[in-house]
């Protein structure tokens, strides 16, 4: 919150709960600010808020508001109508809501209950008799505050770290022993911490969440180093030098030896809404490297490629990603020119077939009409032939085969066997 006046001026709420904030400040110059949420803070004293002109609503939930007296401050925010101090050390006061009731009339609700016009007729006539109350309750307060801090500056002289850390001389003699003895002496610590009685102060709330950290913070580690050991370390190359074949990402993939166009092409099945950006390709001479999220993809080309002219191309519909390597040792393939058929060369027939179906396309179609002469009859009785001359057709002697006599020269062999 330390730019809120200067970069945020035009807030109308601001949400600050749970933050541990000890002081209400940098809020002053904000004239628009309606509600101002600081539960669960260990703000000690209300102040710093005669600025906020269109201040309607504040919330002090579970602070240590110890100095009643403080609400003074919200005199002159004409606009003021709800305060919420529950959980504060001031609502124990004797007379408590009277006081506050009198303090501010322009206030509507406290602590979520309506303000009624009675009670704050009697406050007012009992006003001076209960402020006078109100601040001998308030110096009990502060120096039985002074005296747990006090206490508390005691407690962290003797032990250094009092949210549960070792000093220098401890951390040290800790590190010298195992990793064994190391978390012994961390779980130790945090149970200590958590069975050890304390006061409900600022300074134990911010232990508290201190604590809580530390311990989230070991978990994580301890996660991290069981993730690296159980981690399997992947090898690329062998130990004799040999590049290994490896898909770590466990995806799908073709490698495809295209040898009309002389070139090894490499089609990787990668995730649709996969970012280009987390995609690394690596062509070598001898083998191809893909890297998807830090999974490596790694394989053993059939033959020798020119990484300088392969490329890689990703598809926008699929997802695929394509690379494109083209080999080093070209084949020259003879090409065989193709025939050319020249219109001098066509037949006459053909000819003049084509004029006759452009002379047909030029006429004009026209419509068979019943009682038109034009049209010849169809005799629809001879369209399907006989059985008799089909079976005619089928009955034809087949042709008869002459005989071949042979030449002079003809020599029968009789190891040779006949001709079927």
Not at 226 to 247: E, F, P
């Given at each position: 919150?330390?730019?809120?006046?200067?970069?945020?001026?035009?807030?109308?709420?601001?949400?600050?709960?749970?933050?541990?904030?000890?002081?209400?400040?940098?809020?002053?110059?904000?004239?628009?600010?309606?509600?101002?949420?600081?539960?669960?803070?260990?703000?000690?004293?209300?102040?710093?808020?005669?600025?906020?002109?269109?201040?309607?609503k504040l919330d002090l939930t579970v602070n240590f508001v110890g100095e009643l007296t403080s609400i003074e401050n919200l005199k002159t925010l004409y606009n003021f109508k709800?305060?919420?101090?529950?959980?504060?050390?001031?609502?124990?006061?004797?007379?408590?809501?009277?006081?506050?009731?009198?303090?501010?009339?322009?206030?509507?609700?406290?602590?979520?209950?309506?303000?009624?016009?009675?009670?704050?007729?009697?406050?007012?006539?009992?006003?001076?008799?209960?402020?006078?109350?109100?601040?001998?309750?308030?110096?009990?307060?502060?120096?039985?505050?002074?005296?747990?801090?006090?206490?508390?500056?005691?407690?962290?002289?003797?032990?250094?770290?009092?949210?549960?850390?070792?000093?220098?001389?401890?951390?040290?003699?800790?590190?010298?022993?195992?990793?064994?003895?190391?978390?012994?002496?961390?779980?130790?610590?945090?149970?200590?911490?958590?069975?050890?009685?304390?006061?409900?102060?600022?300074?134990?709330?911010?232990?508290?969440?201190?604590?809580?950290?530390?311990?989230?913070?070991?978990?994580?580690?301890?996660?991290?180093?069981?993730?690296?050991?159980?981690?399997?370390?992947?090898?690329?190359?062998?130990?004799d030098g040999r590049i290994l074949n490896v898909n770590e990402a466990k995806i799908d993939f073709q490698l495809i030896d295209d040898d009309d166009s002389n070139n090894i092409?490499?089609?990787?099945?990668?995730?649709?809404?996969?970012?280009?950006?987390?995609?690394?390709?690596?062509?070598?001479?001898?083998?191809?490297?893909?890297?998807?999220?830090?999974?490596?993809?790694?394989?053993?080309?059939?033959?020798?490629?020119?990484?300088?002219?392969?490329?890689?191309?990703?598809?926008?519909?699929?997802?695929?990603?394509?690379?494109?390597?083209?080999?080093?040792?070209?084949?020259?393939?003879?090409?065989?020119?193709?025939?050319?058929?020249?219109?001098?060369?066509?037949?006459?027939?053909?000819?003049?077939?084509?004029?006759?179906?452009?002379?047909?396309?030029?006429?004009?179609?026209?419509?068979?009409?019943?009682?038109?002469?034009?049209?010849?009859?169809?005799?629809?009785?001879?369209?399907?032939?006989?059985?008799?001359?089909?079976?005619?057709?089928?009955?034809?002697?087949?042709?008869?085969?002459?005989?071949?006599?042979?030449?002079?020269?003809?020599?029968?062999?009789?190891?040779?066997?006949?001709?079927?």
């Amino acid at each position: 919150i330390e730019y809120l006046d200067k970069w945020c001026r035009n807030l109308g709420i601001l949400y600050l709960q749970s933050n541990l904030i000890p002081k209400i400040e940098n809020v002053g110059r904000l004239k628009k600010l309606k509600y101002l949420n600081l539960a669960l803070n260990n703000i000690e004293r209300i102040e710093n808020l005669e600025g906020c002109e269109s201040l309607e609503k504040l919330d002090l939930t579970v602070n240590f508001v110890g100095e009643l007296t403080s609400i003074e401050n919200l005199k002159t925010l004409y606009n003021f109508k709800e305060l919420y101090l529950t959980g504060n050390p001031c609502v124990e006061y004797e007379h408590y809501r009277d006081y506050v009731v009198a303090t501010l009339p322009q206030l509507k609700r406290l602590d979520g209950k309506d303000i009624e016009r009675s009670e704050r007729i009697v406050a007012m006539q009992e006003y001076e008799n209960i402020r006078k109350r109100i601040l001998t309750q308030q110096d009990e307060y502060t120096s039985k505050r002074a005296a747990e801090k006090l206490q508390e500056e005691k407690k962290n002289e003797k032990t250094p770290g009092f949210d549960g850390r070792c000093g220098d001389n401890n951390q040290e003699k800790t590190r010298d022993q195992g990793d064994t003895n190391n978390e012994i002496n961390q779980a130790d610590e945090n149970k200590n911490f958590w069975q050890e009685k304390m006061t409900y102060t600022p300074e134990s709330r911010k232990a508290t969440h201190q604590q809580l950290e530390k311990e989230r913070q070991e978990n994580q580690n301890t996660k991290n180093s069981d993730l690296q050991q159980s981690k399997r370390q992947v090898r690329l190359i062998a130990d004799d030098g040999r590049i290994l074949n490896v898909n770590e990402a466990k995806i799908d993939f073709q490698l495809i030896d295209d040898d009309d166009s002389n070139n090894i092409v490499l089609d990787v099945a990668c995730y649709k809404y996969l970012d280009t950006s987390l995609i690394d390709v690596d062509v070598q001479p001898t083998h191809v490297r893909v890297t998807i999220k830090s999974k490596v993809l790694q394989l053993v080309l059939s033959e020798e490629v020119n990484p300088d002219r392969s490329d890689a191309k990703r598809s926008q519909t699929t997802g695929h990603l394509v690379v494109t390597m083209p080999k080093v040792r070209e084949v020259i393939k003879a090409h065989k020119p193709k025939s050319k058929v020249s219109s001098s060369n066509t037949p006459p027939e053909i000819k003049s077939n084509k004029d006759t179906t452009k002379s047909t396309s030029s006429k004009r179609h026209e419509k068979l009409e019943a009682g038109d002469t034009s049209v010849k009859n169809v005799d629809i009785y001879n369209i399907v032939s006989d059985k008799t001359s089909s079976k005619k057709k089928l009955d034809r002697p087949s042709p008869k085969v002459s005989e071949i006599t042979p030449d002079d020269d003809f020599v029968d062999d009789p190891d040779v066997p006949p001709l079927e």
